[in-house]
């Protein structure tokens, strides 16, 4: 049985940083395509972020590029979220996802059949 548990979030002040890790256990994380979803409280789960197998193709959503970057670590069986320029709209729950088949659109919520069970991140202005 796959599972996956995040870890990392807190409270932060604006401008600070974060890191989010989570950890897959069951499968090879080299089986799957990850990515972190995020969700504000009154509002639908957005995607962030996704990191191919290899780590070579990312693709982050507008609202985070060039403040979060995603990154693996195969032999540790995780992917991470540093998180930096931190605003109050990031204020969330963050979900790492993982996927082992192949899609042409990503940032769909129903393209993962794993999920985590979310760590609360909250930015104070």
């Known amino acids: 049985q796959v599972q996956l548990v995040e870890s990392g979030g807190g409270l932060v002040q604006a401008g600070g940083s974060l890191k989010l890790s989570c950890t897959v256990s069951g499968r090879p994380i080299t089986d799957y395509t990850m990515a972190w979803f995020r969700q504000a409280p009154g509002k639908e789960r957005d995607f962030v972020v996704r990191?191919?197998?290899?780590?070579?193709?990312?693709y982050h959503a507008m609202s985070v590029r060039g403040r979060f970057t995603i990154s693996r670590d195969n032999a540790a069986n995780s992917v991470y979220l540093q998180m930096s320029s931190l605003k109050p709209e990031d204020t969330a729950v963050y979900y790492c996802a993982a996927t082992q088949l192949v899609w042409r659109d990503y940032r769909r919520l129903d393209a993962y059949e794993h999920w985590g069970q979310g760590t609360q991140v909250t930015v104070s202005s």
């Open positions: 990191i191919g197998r290899a780590g070579r193709n990312r």
